[in-house]
């Protein structure tokens, strides 16, 4: 069958035929070309892109409504030129603008307007930057007050635009991490009083309400009593590869960096992402995306609400109620979203079906990286997802979605609580040979529910996930999986290593969690490989020939198995897994293939 092929080049022309010899210039160019042929297409459409970046004036939006999608049993393609050979181009999807007219101030720094840009990422010469912090918190003697906090010191009164600052607390919840936004600081030479952005303030403090009885303690716990970190304030512009943004003219704010050795105003490229997403996809199929860069996307949430309230994995509170949840009189309480909202993502797809995003690059992106929804037969493979601020690829309520020998790493950089993969009450979903490594939080999470059934977890390798937050593992699950063993999850040949922080789990069924298998897995360098007693109970759960570096503490409850599972010693943990057929061949099998090792 005879294939149409476009193809896009920087140097082209959007009002050329799109022919080898006369590309266009824009990926928006060669949409409007595609969406011309596809109801008549009798073989695959190919977008191929020659190396470079392309600067999306907005987003590139497919939409089965406006023709995007193959037809006649046939695909649209989009690719890097050179596709899946040595000569393949490297091409760039940018969100991003870049910021010239630089000065340099007294210090060093280098100061630029923005107009009304208030970026909370920043790439310079292809490396991020970090926003400008001070992670000593708050000085001097700190006391939380209704409106915000009240300190003997005077040295916040001296920091400029502290509208524009922003106090992150980590370990709100063990598994949390909020931000929230300053309103004014005002004071004397005895103290300085921080009033807090509203509602988000009085928010996080009905959100972050609760007790822990654990330990033999008195159940007394304020994660709200005074911020670790502060960020974005100009005062805090110490560090080379920093930033900050001042606010104090509306429409004219601007943007200071602390430049590393080496950069030069002129020679060095600073990148501000201003396109909140940068691909999206409704109602199409047949749909492929490969070779592509994904870079440079910002997310103004937590500015426009006043912070980023988070609760756990990919859900946070914007507006509406809070419910208790009583975990019994000799454990505590902790408050949650009545209706809590999903983290958003850079790259989209809601309502697809026969989508694949193959060989991609997701980095530098303000929000979660990809986030698949009500979507059915999409595959996720060989992608790489790093320095994202949120999750790394989240799916959601939909029907065989696989995510196959994808790497995650270096995730969650500003919502810590941010899972490496997240998948929400979905069916028949995959998630097999990906290597996740350095992350915050959970490596792989899979949440229960209603819908969720015959989820497959195989042969993944997490290491050094919990690497900023507690309560988590490097695999965790939670609520029923199903209705039945024969159709509800299985965890199988995984290897876990390195579950970094206190309090975390390498395998983690949690909450209320059933009708689960866990079978010949491998956990190394967790406080504890599995936990047995969790609120509401495990139900209908199995570990069995799994090997590990600790015996799991406690009594399974009554539906629960633990058994055939392998202890080996720590110190030699490695080397007995290896002697063990069984052991090596889990070891062989996980992580990405294709691979020298």
């Not at 609760?210 to 005062?235: H, M, Q």
């Not at 912070?307 to 309480?333: C, P, S, T």
């Amino acid at each position: 069958m005879p294939e149409i092929r476009f193809h896009v080049s920087p140097d082209g022309q959007d009002d050329s035929p799109g022919s080898v010899d006369r590309p266009f210039a824009t990926p928006k160019a060669a949409q409007e070309a595609v969406r011309a042929v596809t109801a008549v297409m009798t073989g695959d459409i190919v977008v191929t892109f020659t190396s470079g970046v392309y600067h999306l004036e907005e987003p590139l939006a497919f939409d089965d409504t406006l023709a995007d999608s193959g037809r006649n049993g046939f695909r649209v393609i989009y690719q890097a030129n050179g596709y899946g050979t040595p000569d393949q181009a490297k091409v760039e999807l940018s969100g991003g603008r870049e910021i010239t007219g630089w000065s340099t101030s007294d210090d060093g720094a280098w100061t630029v307007s923005i107009g009304d840009l208030e970026p909370r990422r920043l790439t310079v010469d292809g490396r991020p930057a970090a926003r400008a912090a001070r992670t000593s918190g708050l000085p001097g003697t700190v006391t939380k007050i209704g409106t915000g906090y009240v300190t003997d010191s005077g040295e916040p009164q001296s920091w400029p635009d502290p509208s524009g600052l922003e106090f992150v607390y980590p370990g709100v919840y063990p598994w949390s991490e909020a931000r929230l936004a300053v309103a004014s600081i005002s004071g004397d030479d005895s103290s300085t009083t921080i009033t807090m952005a509203q509602p988000a303030f009085d928010n996080a403090k009905s959100l972050y309400d609760s007790k822990w009885y654990g330990a033999g303690g008195d159940g007394t716990w304020d994660g709200l009593a005074a911020p670790s970190v502060l960020e974005n304030n100009v005062a805090f512009l110490t560090e080379p590869g920093t930033f900050a943004v001042d606010r104090s003219e509306p429409g004219a704010h601007v943007l200071h960096y602390r430049p590393r050795p080496g950069e030069e105003i002129g020679k060095t490229t600073v990148v501000v992402p201003v396109l909140e997403t940068l691909v999206s996809g409704q109602g199409v199929h047949d749909l492929v995306l490969r070779g592509f860069t994904f870079a440079d996307a910002a997310w103004s949430g937590p500015t426009r609400t006043g912070g980023y309230l988070h609760y756990h994995g990919n859900a946070r509170h914007e507006q509406g109620e809070f419910q208790k949840i009583d975990m019994g009189a000799d454990v505590g309480y902790v408050h949650v979203p009545a209706s809590p909202v999903q983290l958003p993502a850079n790259v989209s797809f809601t309502a697809v079906r026969r989508v694949t995003l193959e060989d991609n690059h997701f980095t530098r992106l303000g929000a979660g990286g990809l986030l698949v929804e009500d979507s059915t037969d999409v595959e996720i493979r060989s992608n790489v997802f790093d320095e994202i601020s949120g999750s790394g690829i989240a799916v959601h309520e939909s029907t065989r979605v696989s995510l196959e020998d994808n790497l995650v790493h270096h995730i969650g950089t500003e919502y810590r609580g941010s899972s490496a993969v997240i998948v929400v009450e979905s069916e028949e979903a995959t998630v097999a040979h990906n290597e996740i490594h350095d992350v915050p939080h959970n490596g792989i999470v899979i949440t229960g529910g209603e819908r969720a059934k015959g989820t497959q977890v195989v042969a993944n390798l997490v290491e050094r996930s919990m690497g900023k937050l507690m309560d988590g593992g490097g695999i965790y699950l939670s609520a029923p999986q199903g209705s039945s063993f024969a159709g509800g999850a299985v965890v199988r040949g995984n290897v876990i290593r390195d579950v970094l922080t206190s309090y975390n789990f390498g395998l983690y069924a949690d909450y209320g969690a059933a009708w689960i298998t866990i079978v010949g897995n491998i956990v190394h360098g967790a406080d504890t490989p599995i936990v047995l007693q969790v609120g509401p109970p495990l139900e209908n759960v199995a570990f069995l020939g799994n090997f590990w570096d600790v015996q799991p503490d406690g009594e399974p409850p009554e539906t629960v198995t633990v058994a055939g599972n392998t202890l080996l010693s720590k110190e030699n943990f490695d080397k007995e897994v290896r002697a063990d057929p069984a052991g090596a061949d889990i070891l062989a099998r996980a992580g990405r293939r294709g691979l020298e090792r």
